[in-house]
């Protein structure tokens, strides 16, 4: 199944004079990152505002995921990273689907009084495509034959906090117990807050 969605926030408001700790970074972005059941793959292309201001990743291949590589880009008014051929095959073993996403990239962009974030994929297999457009914290279940979910798929993470700042995660895989495995893996990351 090959597909492309686009999907995008803007986020207005005030810039709270002292956001709390849970608040999204000044501009932060990563093609992803995964941490499950012995195998752990730190964000791949970091970037921030602070620096780095750009990332690039090789293609990382762990036991059950490989992240084909990228690159980001943070700069004082736009944050972006581009991820491609990535693939999680560790649902496989116990009869799930072999999830593929050709390329994906999370973008988010800073102005005064507000930002704005949007996310797009395409060439995706092994989840069922998302309506367009996309809900916040939309959720696909990845099952095996007899229809057991082995995990969740969520799309469009958003945190925001209300000073104008949004957090995006384009995908979320969380796995459940009936996987064999624990642990989630991360598509697509950004956050940005109002330029000062």
Wanted: with cysteine.
């Amino acid at each position: 199944m090959r597909s492309t969605i686009v999907t995008a926030l803007v986020v207005t408001g005030l810039a709270a004079s002292s956001p709390s700790s849970a608040s999204p970074q000044p501009g932060v972005a990563s093609i992803g990152s995964a941490s499950f059941t012995a195998v752990e793959v730190p964000p791949q292309a970091p970037c921030a505002i602070g620096g780095p201001s750009a990332g690039s990743a090789e293609r990382v291949s762990k036991p059950g995921i490989t992240f084909g590589g990228g690159t980001s880009s943070c700069t004082e008014t736009k944050v972006t990273a581009t991820g491609k051929d990535f693939e999680l095959s560790a649902l496989v073993r116990a009869g799930g689907p072999r999830v593929k996403l050709a390329s994906f990239t999370v973008t988010c962009e800073r102005a005064s009084t507000q930002t704005s974030a949007n996310w797009t994929f395409g060439g995706m297999s092994g989840i069922a495509n998302p309506p367009n457009p996309v809900p916040v914290g939309y959720v696909s279940p990845l099952r095996k034959s007899d229809g057991t979910v082995l995990a969740n798929a969520v799309f469009n993470i958003q945190d925001v906090p209300g000073d104008g700042s949004v957090g995006l995660t384009m995908l979320r895989i969380d796995f459940l117990p009936e996987s064999g495995l624990t642990g989630a893996v991360k598509l697509g990351a950004t956050s940005c807050s109002p330029t000062p």
